[in-house]
C-alpha cells in the first residue's frame, strides 16, 4: 500500500536537483549525474528540464535515472548552450505513480514557462486546490506540486521571485523545491526546514542546488550551505540572492539522519554517518545486553551497530549479506512472494552460527520483515537474537513527504514493545529513546511527529487523507 511490502520500511522521499551556469555547460549532463546520486530518495519516475534563456526542453517518465535517460533521450535534453536546469526523482506521496505525475511539472504564464520539482507534502494542498477549482482554475495532475505551481503562475502583477514568496505563504507542509525559468534557478525550503535542501558551487562559478550534498559532489560542486527554513534563494546572471520568507523553529525530518539521507551525506551541519554511529552508541549505553556478535540488516543498520559494537565492546560481524542485484523492479504481489523476496535479498553468513546475536536495524514498521530476518538468523544457527532498533517507534503516519503506513498498519501503534519482540521472534528487543536519539542527532530541533504525534507544521484536515486524495 503505502510502505515498501519487501523492506517493510517508510518509503522513500523524492530528490531534486537544480544548477545555474553563467557560461555554456553541458547541464543536462550534469543534472543526470546529480539526479543519479539521489536515486535512493526516489525510484518511481525521473526528468530533467534545461534551457539555454530561449529554448525550454523537458524529459521524463517512469523509471530510473538509467531507464529514463537513454543516451537518445539525453541528447533530446541537451543544449549548447545551456544556462539552468532542473531534475527530479520520484516516489509518490501524493497522487498515483503515473506517468503525467512525473516531474518537473511545468507551465506557461506571463512569465513565461516555468519547471517545478519538488520533494515533501503541501498539507492544506486539498482544500487551496479546491478553492482555486471553484475560481476556474485547471489541474493536469493529481499531485500537490501543482497547486503550487499554479499559485506561483497566478501572481501575473508581481515578478517571479515575488510569486514564489506568495506562494509559500499560502501553503503549509514539509517540502523543498527548485523552480526554474529560461533565465533563473529558485530553491525554497518550508518554514520549519522539515524537508532538506543545500547549496553548491562548482570552480567555473556554477551554483547548485539539491536534496543532498551527494549530488553536489557528483557534478564537481562544493558545499557552501543549507538553505535556512523559509529560506528562498534565486540565481542569475547577477549571482546568488537571498529572500527569509518566514521561519518558524527549525523541525528537520529525524528520518533524513536514521535512515534517508546517504550515509555520506551533511544536512543542517550533522554528518549523517556519525550521527548513525553516536545512535547506535545510544542505544548500547540505554539497552545493552550480553551476546556474542553485533550483526547489522545492510544497509541501513550499518552505521548503528558500528556505534553499538564500539559503545559495547561486541565484536561487529556482517551476519548477513545482502544481494545487490535484488532491486526494487521485482514485483511481489502476494506475501509469500514477498517473503521470497526478502530471501532473495538477504542470506545470513556463518558469522551468526552458535553465536548470541545482536541484530541492529533503523526502524520497525509492520514488523514483518523484521520477523522474517530473526527466522534466517536462527535457521542459520543463531542461538539469541537481539533485536536493537536505533528509531523510536513509529507510532503514527508522516504528512511531510515520507510514506509511511496508515496508523493501523504501524506495528507499535497497536502493540507494546513485548508484543511486537513476541510478533517478530526475538529474545529481546529494544527502541533508543526519542531522547536518544535527539542526543545522537544534535544539531537543530528535529520533526519527531512519527514517534510522538506532534506535527510541527501542521496535519490536513483529514489525519487519514491518503496520497490519492487529489484524484476525487
Known sequence: MIFDPVTDKPQ????????????????????????????????????????DGDKFHVEKDL?????????????????????????HVRYSTTGSNLRFNAQPLTTRTNKGI????????????????????????????????????????????MDLVEATAAAMKRLRGGYACVLMSRTQLIGFRD??????????????GA?????????LYAVGARLIRDVEPGEL????????????????????????WIYFARSDSRLDGVDTHESRIRMGQQLAREKPVKADIVVPVPDSGIGAAIGYARESGIPFDYGLYKNPYAGRTFIAPTQEARELKVKMKLSPTSAVRGKRVILVDDSIVRGTTSRQIVNLLREAGATEVHFRVSSPPITHPCFYGIDTAARKELVASTHSVDEIRDLIGADTLAFISEGGLREAIGGPGLCSACFTGDYPAGTPLLNDVDKLALEV
Not at 492544506?124 to 500537490?144: I, K, P, S, Y
Not at 551554483?207 to 549530488?215: D, K, M, T
Request: charged share 20%.
Open 12 to 51: 522513500d522521499e523524492c530528490g531534486v536537483f537544480g544548477i545555474y551556469s553563467a557560461q555554456p555547460n553541458d547541464l543536462a549532463w550534469m543534472t543526470y549525474l546529480g539526479l543519479f546520486a539521489l536515486q535512493h530518495r526516489g525510484q518511481e519516475a525521473a526528468g530533467m528540464c534545461v534551457s
Open 63 to 87: 523509471g530510473l535515472v538509467t531507464q529514463v535517460f537513454d543516451e537518445r533521450r539525453l541528447d533530446s535534453v541537451r543544449l549548447a548552450n545551456a544556462r539552468v536546469s532542473i531534475g
Open 114 to 157: 516555468l519547471g517545478l520539482a519538488h520533494n515533501g507534502n503541501f498539507v492544506n494542498a486539498l482544500e487551496v486546490r479546491a478553492g482555486m477549482l471553484q475560481e476556474g482554475a485547471l489541474f493536469a495532475t493529481t499531485n500537490d506540486s501543482e497547486v503550487m505551481l499554479n499559485l506561483i503562475a497566478r501572481e501575473s502583477h
Open 191 to 204: 518554514p520549519h526546514g522539515v524537508r532538506p535542501l543545500v547549496i553548491g558551487q562548482r570552480d567555473d
Open 207 to 215: 551554483y547548485v542546488l539539491a536534496s543532498e550534498p551527494c549530488a
Open 233 to 256: 534563494v534565486s540565481i542569475d546572471r547577477e549571482g546568488l540572492h537571498s529572500l527569509i520568507v518566514e521561519q518558524r523553529p527549525a523541525t528537520p525530518c529525524s528520518f533524513e
